[in-house]
Every structure is written in structure tokens, then in C-alpha cells.
């Protein structure tokens, strides 16, 4: 048994110790970032811009992080079957995102590790030696003796976080897991709104590839109907040699819708976690549904990014190594204990004589180092300041990807108004053009100028609703996976 007074100072010296524990850095608290109510491009145009800019300016707020908000599947907004089934496979076979999720449970094992830090650390061991001491040493009565040795031990030691070093490093070990768990969603949304861009190109070339197939159909009876007038000596060969020239192109044009839809198809595979070989979408002819964007979307939908998230989260985990180098100024306390059983003869081994013990504190402190904990305090400090700039960037650049999208759209819809109207108009003048020339008015090449403008016009207002799609697909993964304040 030990003897009480020993005991009682050790009982003491873990008291002091638990009751001492503190943080040797201020409480963190969240950078301020000021960012108004609303976006600039989502106001209402029913609404006086002077007043809705100047309710902005008087609506300034802090930016707060709110990942865990729940976003859910917000490709469904595009009510695309095809779309939702491709999507439900990212987060299963995409390989970026398997690599993110390894990341995250690398780092909550580390953040594992340093909470071990506040249990004492335990250990045991059996040994058996044999050793003989000089017979030429004096004065020692095992002089020239064979001693054999068998011995069990239990030794614990035990470090008190007086000074919160322990306590700061397990709150910058779990800021960092939570900033990996926010570095997986923004993985998973990356990959997802990638996914969508690249299926709606994908569509978006079958319209056109569908555009280009029938313009070759109209383009080699048209040249057929030149010969037989040729033949009847009713027009020259230049006209069918613009004919030929304007079927090939457009044959031309075709061949290299498909070599990118190839290109499509192979990046969708990838991140769906197929080999491209094996993977294929058949063409299909996909009405484009652009979802109904609400006016005036309030900005905090930002605070739902999960890179904003990362980088408050790895603010909060340089803070706490800041505290860590502030405690490295100060002594570390170390409680320690060893008991066990020694004997030379194996007999007695287990008999109460042969019990060994010892207990105590141990206060270690540096007195000179050359200045490593001032420069380890400096450089701690000099990160925080570096990840406070990375959390205002990322707030700063989620604004600007917002604005830009929202503007797209707004410019992209009255394009695509335009672009319809030109596109009637070109097949309203390839009409009156056709019936021109079959009453010999004009010559084939206005016809053929016709056909290039027209199927150029189809082809633009195609690609144009594409972009628009893009956008919006844009727009939601820069609000961090929704725009709805509801949900």
C-alpha cells in the first residue's frame, strides 16, 4: 500500500492541475466579414432600383458559415429523370469524392489522437535478466557474482493540461476534421454541378446534331434537285457546286458534333466512376426546363457553401495553435508511477517482499531555447492572420461567382428572346428566298445564303438555352447547393 502522504500529494497535484486547466488564447471568434442582404442580381424588376439600393446599403450584415444547413438533392429542380439517376451515382463511384472522404476520416483519427493526450498513458513488462558484477570491484558484496533477475512491472504516466496545451490542440485537430467534412460536401457539390454542365452540353449538342441532320436530309435533296435542273440545262454547274460545297459543310459540321459529344460522354463517365469505354448515353431530344429563380435571393444563402465553411473552420483550428505556442512558455507538469514485483530467485517472486514502487510529479520547464517557441508563436500567429484572408476571399468569391451567374442569366434570357426572333425571321426568308428562286427571280446562291443563315440562327438559339441551363446549374452550386431560404 502507499503510504498516505504520498498519496494525498498526488490526490493535491491532479486537483491543481485539473483546476488550473486553461486556454492560454482568447476565446475564438469568428472572422467579420460584411455582406449585404441581398444579391445585385437577383432584384425583382418590379421594384425601384434607387429604393432596393439603397435598402442594401442600409441592410449590411456579418457573414456567418451555415454548412450544416441541409441542401438535399437540388438537381432535381431540372425535373430531368435521366439527370437524377446519373446524380445518385456520384457520391458512390466518383473517386474525388472517395479521396475527400479519406481525407476526413484521416482527420478525425488525428483529432482522435490528440484527445488521448488527456488520458495517462499506461504500460507493463516482464523481464528476465542475468548479469555478473567485476570481482575487482571493491566494497560491493555481489563483487564476482552471476545475479539472475526476474521482474513485472506496471508504470503510468500522466500529463495534467494545466496550461491548455492538450485542449487547444484537440480543438485544432477537430476544426480541422470539421473543415475536411466541409471540403467533402464542396467535393460532392463540385462534382455534382459538373456532372449536370456536362449532361446538359451533352443535350444540347443532340438538339443540334439533330438541327444538323435534317439540314443534311433538306441539303442533299436540295443538291439533287440542282443536278436534275443542271441535266435540263436550266442552270449552271456553279449552283451545284454551292450545293455540294454547302452539303459537305454541313456533313462537316455533324461529324464534329459528335467527336465533342464523344468528349462529353467520356467525362461523364469519369465522374460517374465508369471507364469511358463502357459507358453511354443514347442521344435523346431533351426539352430544356430552366427552373423559376425567385427575385430578390438573400445573400446569406452564401453561408451555405461548404468552402466558406473549410475556411472558417481552419480559422478556428490556427487560433487554437496559437494557444498551443502559448503554452509551450510554460512548465509541464508530469505525474508518474511504477509498481511491480523483483526478485532474484523466481521462487519468492510473487511473495509481498519483492513489491517495488515509486510515485511523484515531475515540473519540466525551458529555460533557453534560441528562440524556437517565440518563432513557433510568430509563424502560428502569421497562419491565422493567412487563413482569416482565405475566409474573406472565399466569402468575396462566392459573391462574384453569384453576381456573374445571375447576370448571365439575366443576359442569356433576353438573348435567348432575340435569338428566337432572328431564328423565324431566317426561316421566313429562306421560305420567301426558295419560292424566288423556283420562280427563277434569284439564283441558287441566295438560297444557299439563306440555309447558312437559317440553320446558323437554329443553332445559336440552341446553344444559347444550353448556356442558360449552365448558368443556373452555376448559380445554385455558387449558393452552395440551393437557393431556396426555406428548405
Not at 571493491?138 to 496550461?163: C, H, N, R
Not at 469511358?276 to 431533351?286: D, G, K, R, V, Y
Not at 503554452?327 to 511491480?340: D, E, H, K, M, Y
Request: hydrophobic residues 45%; aromatic residues 6%.
Amino acid at each position: 500500500m502507499l503510504p498516505k502522504r504520498a498519496l494525498a500529494a498526488a490526490l493535491t497535484s491532479t486537483v491543481i492541475a485539473a483546476l488550473a486547466a486553461c486556454s492560454t488564447v482568447a476565446p475564438y471568434q469568428p472572422p467579420k466579414v460584411e455582406v449585404p442582404a441581398h444579391f445585385a442580381g437577383s432584384s425583382d424588376a418590379s421594384v425601384n432600383k434607387s429604393a432596393q439600393e439603397s435598402a442594401q446599403k442600409s441592410a449590411w450584415q456579418v457573414a456567418t458559415p451555415a454548412d450544416a444547413t441541409p441542401r438535399g438533392a437540388w438537381w432535381t429542380v431540372f425535373n430531368d429523370t435521366e439527370l437524377n439517376t446519373l446524380e445518385a451515382r456520384i457520391d458512390v463511384s466518383n473517386q474525388s469524392v472517395r479521396k475527400a472522404l479519406a481525407n476526413l476520416n484521416q482527420a478525425r483519427a488525428l483529432t482522435d489522437y490528440q484527445r488521448a493526450g488527456f488520458l495517462p498513458t499506461i504500460t507493463a513488462g516482464v523481464a528476465q535478466d542475468r548479469y555478473r558484477t567485476s570481482a575487482n570491484k571493491q566494497g560491493s558484496s555481489l563483487a564476482g557474482k552471476t545475479i539472475p533477475d526476474y521482474a513485472v512491472g506496471v508504470s503510468a504516466t500522466w500529463e495534467p493540461d494545466v496550461f491548455g496545451r492538450i485542449r487547444d490542440e484537440v480543438t485544432s485537430a477537430s476544426a480541422n476534421a470539421q473543415a475536411s467534412a466541409a471540403d467533402l460536401e464542396s467535393v460532392r457539390l463540385a462534382m455534382s454541378a459538373q456532372l449536370a454542365v456536362d449532361y446538359f452540353d451533352l443535350r444540347s449538342l443532340d438538339a443540334q446534331k439533330q438541327l444538323l441532320d435534317a439540314s443534311v436530309q433538306a441539303y442533299a435533296d436540295a443538291l439533287r434537285i440542282v443536278q436534275n435542273q443542271q441535266r435540263n440545262g436550266a442552270i449552271d454547274a456553279s449552283a451545284v457546286a454551292q450545293a455540294q460545297a454547302q452539303l459537305d459543310s454541313t456533313r462537316t459540321q455533324a461529324r464534329d458534333i459528335d467527336v465533342n459529344r464523344a468528349q462529353l460522354e467520356h467525362a461523364m463517365a469519369t465522374l460517374i466512376g465508369e471507364p469511358a469505354s463502357i459507358f453511354s448515353l443514347p442521344a435523346a431530344q431533351t426539352r430544356f426546363t430552366l427552373p423559376t429563380i425567385p427575385p430578390g435571393l438573400p445573400s446569406q444563402l452564401i453561408e451555405r457553401r461548404p468552402d466558406i465553411a473549410a475556411a472558417e473552420r481552419r480559422v478556428a483550428a490556427a487560433n487554437a495553435q496559437i494557444g498551443a505556442a502559448h503554452a509551450a512558455f510554460f512548465p509541464n507538469l508530469v505525474l508518474s508511477a511504477t509498481a511491480g514485483l523483483e526478485s532474484s530467485f523466481f521462487a519468492p517472486w510473487l511473495s509481498a517482499p519483492s513489491l517495488f514502487w515509486s510515485i511523484g510529479p515531475q515540473l519540466v520547464g525551458t529555460l533557453f531555447d534560441g528562440g524556437k517557441r517565440t518563432a513557433t508563436l510568430h509563424g502560428a500567429t502569421a497562419q491565422y492572420d493567412g487563413t482569416v484572408a482565405d475566409y474573406r476571399q472565399a466569402v468575396l468569391v462566392a459573391f462574384e461567382q453569384v453576381e456573374n451567374n445571375l447576370s448571365a442569366l439575366q443576359a442569356l434570357a433576353d438573348e435567348s428572346l432575340t435569338q428566337q426572333r432572328a431564328a423565324q425571321a431566317a426561316q421566313q426568308a429562306l421560305q420567301l428566298t426558295t419560292n424566288r428562286f423556283n420562280a427563277g427571280a434569284v439564283s441558287y446562291l441566295d438560297v444557299v445564303t439563306s440555309q447558312t443563315i437559317a440553320l446558323t440562327n437554329e443553332r445559336d438559339a440552341v446553344v444559347i438555352e444550353g448556356r442558360r441551363m449552365d448558368a443556373c446549374v452555376r448559380l445554385i452550386q455558387a449558393l452552395g447547393g440551393t437557393w431556396s431560404a426555406t428548405e
